[in-house]
């Protein structure tokens, strides 16, 4: 017997317009710079697949993702060699965490895919294909990263680079003096090696200006609603909103407590919504007692801690809230990060399986 499965009581709502909106803002700032997309982490959450048609339809041209499982599962959108053409137009999808001996036959099945060499090793491992490659650079992170010494003693001398790439650790603090140094040593390796293009910046670091950008920048976060500086904030709008179902309204009564540890306690008899939603969706508990759902116009305050598969807001705002319907949750990622104290990549990438994905 084949049992259908019901529609979810959660729903991550994605607006495509804002989406290609965003990396149209980036391009923008990007300059004489290519802009191409971290598409890592399945999209940041929001589908790894779907971002990526949209963005190639808006002119993306340059893709990349963290692991070769990653790259399997997009494995259709970026077949043949580089360059082959994708949904009509030519785009090119990276692996930045290099390729590890039990990387090489999935790299094999796809020609199409370059790895980002990061190690000697990794080096050493892909140059008997004689494929195309990008080479991460460590410039101050102490993250992944060949070193310059090792660039300057002829460590990638031979190798098909497209591009040459390091990554900034302060790029959300446009005053740090580490942006200018690590933005110096990656400029000095300019003809150093083969590579067609250099790459530095991330979001932030397209808020950094032109001597940033160099020939391709790689933003993640900005593209997906996030605004990782101030100097973005008024090009980026959001893209994912959570929506949940209320599953039961109830009255309680003046001076009985609602959840766990019963932290909070009406003043008042309140009417309160109990929602579909908890930690287990990735909606944290520290956003008990200060997180926010709406109804239409109507501001629907947390209360008491967060469950794990259940949230209480206090609907004396929304008379007509009933069970079934469904509520957004306050979650444009700037104000929620703040409120919070939790990042916004992590709000972003933490949102659950159980949200239905629906692109609008």
Same mark, same amino acid.
């Given at each position: @017997?084949?049992? +259908?499965?019901? #529609?979810?009581?959660?729903?991550? $709502?994605?607006?495509?317009?804002?989406?290609?909106?965003?990396?149209?803002?980036?391009?923008?700032?990007?300059? $004489?710079?290519?802009?191409?997309?971290?598409?890592?982490?399945?999209?940041?959450?929001?589908?790894?697949?779907?971002?990526?048609?949209?963005?190639?339809?808006?002119?993306? $041209? *340059?893709?990349?993702?963290?692991?070769?499982?990653?790259?399997?599962?997009?494995?259709?959108? /970026?077949?043949?060699?580089?360059?082959?053409?994708?949904?009509?137009? !030519?785009?090119? =999808?990276?692996?930045?965490?290099?390729?590890?001996?039990?990387?090489?036959? #999935?790299?094999?099945? =796809?020609?199409?895919?370059?790895?980002?060499?990061?190690?000697?090793?990794?080096?050493?491992?892909?140059?008997?294909?004689?494929? !195309?490659?990008?080479?991460?650079?460590?410039?101050? @992170?102490?993250?992944?990263?060949?070193?310059?010494?090792?660039?300057?003693? %002829?460590?990638?001398? %031979?190798?098909? &680079?497209?591009?040459?790439?390091?990554?900034?650790?302060?790029?959300?603090?446009?005053?740090?003096?580490?942006?200018?140094?690590?933005?110096?040593?990656?400029?000095?390796?300019?003809? $150093?090696?083969?590579?067609?293009?250099?790459?530095?910046?991330?979001?932030?670091?397209?808020?950094?200006?032109?001597?940033?950008? /160099?020939?391709?920048?790689?933003?993640?976060?900005?593209?997906?609603?996030?605004?990782?500086?101030?100097?973005?904030?008024?090009? &980026?709008?959001?893209?994912?909103?959570?929506?949940?179902?209320?599953?039961?309204?109830?009255?309680?009564?003046?001076?009985?407590?609602?959840?766990?540890?019963?932290?909070?306690?009406?003043?008042?008899?309140?009417?309160?919504?109990?929602?579909? &939603?908890?930690?287990?969706?990735?909606?944290?508990?520290? /956003? +008990?007692?200060?997180?926010?759902?709406?109804?239409? %116009?109507?501001?629907?305050?947390?209360?008491?801690?967060?469950? @794990?598969?259940?949230?209480?807001?206090?609907?004396?705002?929304? !008379?007509? =809230?009933?069970?079934? *319907?469904?509520?957004?949750?306050?979650?444009?990622?700037?104000?929620?990060?703040?409120?919070?104290? &939790? +990042?916004?990549?992590?709000?972003?990438?933490?949102? %659950?399986?159980?949200?239905?994905?629906?692109?609008?």
């Amino acid at each position: @017997m084949v049992v +259908s499965a019901p #529609t979810s009581p959660l729903r991550l $709502r994605l607006d495509g317009a804002a989406l290609v909106a965003n990396w149209r803002a980036l391009d923008r700032l990007s300059g $004489r710079a290519a802009c191409g997309a971290a598409v890592k982490a399945d999209g940041y959450g929001l589908g790894a697949r779907e971002v990526v048609a949209r963005l190639t339809a808006a002119g993306c $041209r *340059d893709f990349f993702v963290a692991s070769w499982a990653e790259a399997a599962a997009l494995a259709d959108r /970026f077949a043949g060699p580089v360059g082959a053409p994708f949904a009509g137009a !030519p785009a090119a =999808l990276s692996v930045l965490h290099g390729v590890r001996a039990d990387d090489m036959a #999935t790299a094999a099945a =796809l020609p199409g895919v370059r790895p980002v060499l990061s190690t000697p090793a990794q080096v050493a491992r892909w140059r008997p294909t004689g494929r !195309p490659c990008d080479v991460m650079v460590d410039t101050g @992170m102490n993250r992944l990263g060949v070193s310059a010494e090792a660039v300057a003693a %002829g460590l990638l001398d %031979g190798l098909a &680079i497209e591009t040459l790439m390091s990554h900034l650790a302060c790029a959300e603090d446009e005053g740090a003096a580490m942006n200018r140094r690590q933005r110096d040593r990656f400029a000095a390796l300019a003809g $150093r090696t083969g590579a067609r293009r250099l790459s530095l910046a991330n979001s932030a670091g397209v808020a950094l200006g032109a001597d940033y950008a /160099f020939d391709l920048t790689r933003p993640g976060l900005a593209l997906y609603g996030g605004v990782p500086c101030a100097a973005l904030a008024d090009a &980026i709008v959001p893209v994912a909103v959570p929506e949940a179902e209320v599953l039961q309204r109830r009255t309680v009564r003046a001076g009985d407590t609602v959840g766990y540890d019963a932290t909070w306690r009406a003043a008042r008899d309140t009417q309160v919504a109990i929602l579909s &939603i908890g930690y287990a969706d990735g909606y944290a508990r520290a /956003f +008990s007692g200060i997180g926010a759902a709406r109804a239409g %116009g109507a501001v629907l305050p947390v209360l008491g801690r967060v469950s @794990m598969d259940l949230l209480a807001v206090d609907a004396d705002a929304a !008379p007509a =809230l009933a069970e079934g *319907d469904r509520v957004t949750l306050d979650y444009a990622l700037p104000a929620a990060s703040a409120r919070a104290g &939790i +990042s916004q990549y992590e709000l972003l990438t933490g949102l %659950g399986d159980r949200f239905e994905r629906m692109w609008v």
